[in-house]
């Protein structure tokens, strides 16, 4: 079992930065691959970063602007993202999947955050 927390959401600037840290508690952190997603009202949840012992992956929609990195010795997984846009509204959550394997759909993991909102006005 495994239990994540996320914080470092708020209201911020289109243009202005702001980073998500996730917590997690329970097994071993690093037996995990973590990945960021978020969902806007009325939308899909969607893949924006992944991260297990040395691979980063990242959606196109983030590329460039986003950073996913973690301290094992914190258990605290990051996610660093630059140069907000409106379009960048939404709740973020946070996801582990036992394991190192690639995932990037909301079905493939096996525990989450409960989330933290992010808003960015014009």
């Known amino acids: 079992q495994v239990q994540l927390v996320e914080s470092g959401g708020g209201l911020v600037q289109a243009g202005g930065s702001l980073r998500l840290s996730c917590a997690a508690s329970?097994?071993?952190?690093?037996?995990?691959?973590m990945a960021w997603f978020r969902q806007a009202p009325g939308k899909e949840r969607e893949f924006l970063a992944f991260?297990?012992?040395?691979?980063?992956y990242y959606a196109d929609s983030v590329k460039g602007r986003f950073t996913i990195s973690k301290d094992t010795a914190k258990n605290t997984v990051y996610l660093q993202m630059n140069n907000l846009k409106p379009e960048d509204t939404a709740v973020y959550y946070c996801?582990?999947?036992?394991?190192?394997?690639?995932?990037?759909?909301?079905?493939?993991?096996?525990?989450w955050g409960q989330g933290t909102q992010v808003t960015v006005s014009s």
């Open positions: 996801a582990a999947r036992l394991g190192i394997q690639f995932f990037n759909v909301p079905t493939r993991a096996d525990y």
């Open positions: 991260i297990n012992w040395s691979t980063t």
């Open positions: 329970g097994r071993t952190f690093s037996s995990y691959a």
